[in-house]
Structure formats: structure tokens, C-alpha cells
């Protein structure tokens, strides 16, 4: 009993030698816990001052706190802060979004319409989902579809009035370069327009849902004008770049003019032809306005509205049809994904699976290897896009081969079933083993014929 009286007394004894120890020296400990990457050691003693020093790939800031009390080093309590790195400042959404949106409202004038867009590329230049939704909610979607109804009507406008007042060579050389100038900034505005539709987009399907219900039967028209212009003017400039690089004749007095002037004369128009198609075709407008159909067809109850909507099949079979290295990869696989998607309303697949050429088109799609040009691609990237794009359109035809009505006339394309077996038996490909998902995207494909 003596002895554990004894033991009890002297743990009391330490306890109270601790304690007070401990209040004299609170002050240092926490100067020490501040840092985050202190070592652990007993309470109190701080951690020993190393001897070397330390290699950190961020930023750091040796201080101490003696200096920061009086001034004087004192190396024993050295405290290494890390700082965060630089991330991009972004002001309230709550009220950048409604600033963005009223400026836009209001701006008539070129320069003031330029700086309103810029500004609201940068406000929606991000990727949450719930800021997204608020710009939607606060009218964003309203204000860009009028914003670039204004803008295409203008370049319109100004495309038939420089057009009339075409009168002789010189005027129309003039005038030309004139429309070049003011037409290349009608492409930009519009440009940056659509990017800054395709970012607000990006919101929850509940939002965009509604967003379509608001706007998307005038926006559709709108992008599906602006992706067949462009479709037009990157096929008239392929076409003429096969005729010997020379400027295709023209009909009435251009081709008389044409004839008559000199080789120097000819080849300067030669440059200001190229250089007008050059400005004309923008890869941005195709990538960003077939992606903003993507967003829409995510929902689906606005799907069966999209399908019967009139010239939107046609048009991304255009899209997809158009020659590699023409369109944008990104655009021919955005309007593969559009169809798949529309497919998967039971509504659309007995009237898309009687559209015309549309199967063909995805058998196409199917069976790139048939085709010399793509059978033996030269790039990594290139055989990537063929694989992804031969993966959604499989998921399109397993989607229309659903309904009843669509499998026996399926059965009977040309090409279909062959093209299906042959998925089936692609396991191995020549560029496996280089990542980015070789053998997930010839599963996806196998999948998909196995169930259509």
C-alpha cells in the first residue's frame, strides 16, 4: 500500500512538472503547429534545426518568427512556408454573370460588342456546373441567341450591299478587300459568340433542358446556317485546290476579265481569292456549334424535337462525310455522338433508320478499313479518331436496331452485318500498347455489334 501511495505521489509530482512546463513553452508550440509540415516530435520540444537544406519543387519562404517579433535571425526556429501556387482569379459569378449579361443586352456599337463578348468568354471560360446553371437562370442563353442573330444578319447585310455595288474591276478589287476586313471581323465576333454559347452549356441536363425549351427551336437554325456555310465554303476551297491551284472561271463579264488580264494581274487575284476562302472557313465554328447540339441532345425530351427538326440529320451526315482533314476531328465525332444519342429515343429510330444514306453512313464509319486512304493510317492521332468515331457509330446502329420495325431492313444494308463481324473479330491492333485507351475503344466497338 506504502508503495503505490508512493507511485500515485510522484505521477502527481510529474504531471504538475509538466503541466507547468507546458504553459511556459505554449507560446513556441504554437509558433511550430502553424507550419503544416512540421515533424513530429515529444510536446513540447520543437523539431532540431537540419543542417542541410531542402529541395522543394513549390515556392518556398524561409522566415522566422524571432524576425517577424524584433527583427533577429534566429536560425533554431526556422519555419518553411509553402506557397500555394497562382490559380486564375475569378470575380463573383453571381454578379459577373448579370454585369456579362446586361452589357450584352445593351451593346449595339462594333467595339462595344467586341468587348461584351470578350468579357463574357472570360467569365464563362470554366467548368462548374452550378455557376453554369446560374448564368443560364439569369438569361445568358437568351442574350447570346440574340447577340448572334444580330451579328449574322449584319454580315449578311453587309455581304448583299458590298455585292450590289460591285460595279467595274477597280471598285470591285476595293471593295473586296473592303468586305474581307469587315467580314473577317463579323467571323471573329461570331466565333467568339458560339464559344461563349458552348460554355454556359456546359450546366446540368435539368438546365439545359430549359434553356432549350427557351431558346433552342431559333438557336438550332442559327448553327445549323452557319456549319452548312462552312461546310460549303471548305468544299469549294478543296475542290478548286484540285484544279491545278488556279482559280476556277466564272461566268458573265468575271470570266471576260478573267481572260483578259495579265499574269501578274491574274495572280494577284489568285491571292485575294485564296485568301478570302481562307477567312471564310473557321474549324472553331464547326467544333464549338456541333458541340453545342451535343449539349442540347443530352436531354432527353428535347431529342424526338431535334430528330424531325428540318435539316439537322442531313446536315452532320454532311459533317460526317466531309474528308478527313478537312472538318475537325472533333466535329465529325460530336455529330456521330449527336445521332447515337438521338437513336436512343424510341420515337426517332423507324424515321432515322429510314433517312437516306444515314445507315450507309455509319457502315461507312463501321468499315474504314475498306477504304485505302484510311486503312493504313500514318498517325497515332489519326487511327484514334477512326477507332472512336468506329465506336459510336456502332452505339448508333445498336440503338436503332432496338426497335422491331428496324432490324430486318437493317439486315438487309449492304455491308452491315459484314461490318459488325468484323469488329467482333478485332481484338489486337497494330498501334496497341500506346495508351489513350486503344483496347477500351475495340471493346466498346465489339460490345456494341455483339448487341445490334
Known amino acids: 500500500v506504502r508503495l503505490i501511495f508512493r507511485l500515485v505521489i510522484k505521477k502527481k509530482s510529474d504531471l504538475r512538472k509538466r503541466s507547468k512546463k507546458l504553459m511556459r513553452?505554449?507560446?513556441?508550440?504554437?509558433?511550430?503547429?502553424?507550419?503544416?509540415?512540421?515533424?513530429?516530435?515529444?510536446?513540447?520540444?520543437?523539431?532540431?534545426?537540419?543542417?542541410?537544406?531542402?529541395?522543394?519543387?513549390?515556392?518556398?519562404?524561409?522566415?522566422?518568427?524571432?524576425?517577424?517579433?524584433?527583427?533577429?535571425?534566429?536560425?533554431?526556429?526556422?519555419v518553411v512556408i509553402n506557397e500555394p501556387p497562382n490559380k486564375r482569379q475569378r470575380i463573383a459569378p453571381s454578379t459577373s454573370?448579370?454585369?456579362?449579361?446586361?452589357?450584352?443586352?445593351?451593346?449595339?456599337?462594333?467595339?462595344?460588342?467586341?468587348?461584351?463578348?470578350?468579357?463574357?468568354?472570360?467569365?464563362?471560360?470554366h467548368n462548374v456546373e452550378s455557376v453554369h446553371n446560374e448564368e443560364i437562370g439569369y438569361g445568358a442563353d437568351a442574350a447570346l441567341c440574340k447577340h448572334l442573330a444580330l451579328l449574322l444578319l449584319k454580315e449578311q447585310n453587309e455581304a448583299r450591299r458590298m455585292k450590289s455595288r460591285k460595279k467595274i474591276k477597280e471598285e470591285e478589287d476595293k471593295r473586296l478587300n473592303s468586305f474581307d476586313s469587315i467580314s473577317k471581323g463579323f467571323t471573329e465576333e461570331i466565333s467568339r459568340t458560339v464559344e461563349a454559347l458552348e460554355m454556359i452549356y456546359r450546366a446540368s441536363p435539368d438546365y439545359v433542358s430549359s434553356s432549350f425549351d427557351r431558346v433552342g427551336l431559333e438557336l438550332l437554325p442559327l448553327l445549323l446556317g452557319i456549319i452548312n456555310n462552312e461546310l460549303g465554303s471548305c468544299q469549294d476551297t478543296e475542290e478548286e485546290?484540285?484544279?491545278?491551284?488556279?482559280?476556277?472561271?466564272?461566268?458573265g463579264s468575271e470570266s471576260a476579265l478573267g481572260t483578259a488580264t495579265g499574269a501578274d494581274e491574274k495572280k494577284e487575284q489568285e491571292e485575294t481569292y485564296n485568301a478570302a476562302n481562307e477567312r471564310t472557313f473557321s474549324p472553331t465554328l464547326l467544333r464549338k456549334c456541333t458541340k453545342i447540339i451535343g449539349h442540347f441532345a443530352r436531354v432527353?425530351?428535347?431529342?424526338?424535337?431535334?430528330?424531325?427538326?428540318?435539316?439537322?440529320?442531313?446536315?452532320?451526315?454532311?459533317?460526317?462525310?466531309?474528308?478527313?482533314?478537312?472538318?475537325?476531328?472533333?466535329?465529325?465525332?460530336?455529330?456521330?455522338?449527336?445521332?447515337?444519342?438521338?437513336?436512343?429515343?424510341?420515337?426517332?429510330?423507324?424515321?432515322?433508320?429510314?433517312?437516306p444514306d444515314l445507315i450507309d453512313t455509319l457502315v461507312k464509319q463501321c468499315r474504314f478499313n475498306d477504304d485505302e486512304k484510311l486503312k493504313?493510317?500514318?498517325?497515332?492521332?489519326?487511327?484514334?479518331?477512326?477507332?472512336?468515331?468506329?465506336?459510336?457509330?456502332?452505339?448508333?446502329?445498336?440503338?436503332?436496331?432496338?426497335?422491331?420495325?428496324?432490324?430486318?431492313?437493317?439486315?438487309?444494308?449492304?455491308?452491315?452485318?459484314?461490318?459488325?463481324?468484323?469488329?467482333?473479330?478485332?481484338?489486337?491492333?497494330?498501334?496497341?500498347?500506346?495508351?489513350?485507351?486503344?483496347?477500351?475503344?475495340l471493346l466498346q466497338s465489339r460490345r456494341h455489334a455483339a448487341g445490334a
Not at 99 to 109: P, R, S
Not at 241 to 251: F, I, L, M
Not at 388 to 406: G, V
Not at 415 to 436: C, P, Y
Open 376 to 441: 493504313n493510317p500514318e498517325t497515332f492521332t489519326e487511327y484514334m479518331h477512326l477507332i472512336r468515331a468506329q465506336s459510336i457509330a456502332a452505339r448508333a446502329m445498336l440503338n436503332l436496331s432496338w426497335a422491331p420495325e428496324n432490324k430486318i431492313p437493317m439486315s438487309e444494308v449492304d455491308n452491315l452485318v459484314d461490318g459488325l463481324i468484323k469488329m467482333l473479330l478485332t481484338r489486337t491492333s497494330e498501334w496497341g500498347g500506346r495508351g489513350r485507351g486503344v483496347s477500351t475503344f
Open 241 to 251: 485546290t484540285k484544279e491545278s491551284g488556279v482559280r476556277p472561271d466564272r461566268t
Open 300 to 355: 432527353g425530351s428535347a431529342t424526338e424535337t431535334m430528330a424531325y427538326h428540318t435539316g439537322l440529320i442531313s446536315t452532320l451526315q454532311w459533317v460526317i462525310n466531309s474528308p478527313i482533314g478537312i472538318v475537325p476531328s472533333e466535329a465529325r465525332l460530336n455529330s456521330l455522338w449527336i445521332i447515337a444519342n438521338l437513336a436512343c429515343n424510341t420515337e426517332n429510330m423507324v424515321m432515322m433508320a429510314c433517312t
Open 97 to 125: 454573370a448579370q454585369q456579362v449579361i446586361e452589357v450584352l443586352n445593351f451593346c449595339v456599337a462594333r467595339h462595344d460588342r467586341v468587348a461584351a463578348i470578350t468579357s463574357a468568354c472570360e467569365s464563362f471560360n
Open 25 to 78: 513553452d505554449f507560446p513556441e508550440m504554437a509558433e511550430a503547429m502553424i507550419d503544416r509540415d512540421y515533424s513530429s516530435v515529444p510536446i513540447p520540444t520543437l523539431p532540431p534545426p537540419s543542417s542541410t537544406s531542402t529541395t522543394h519543387e513549390t515556392r518556398e519562404t524561409s522566415l522566422s518568427w524571432k524576425d517577424l517579433s524584433d527583427g533577429n535571425k534566429m536560425s533554431e526556429k526556422t
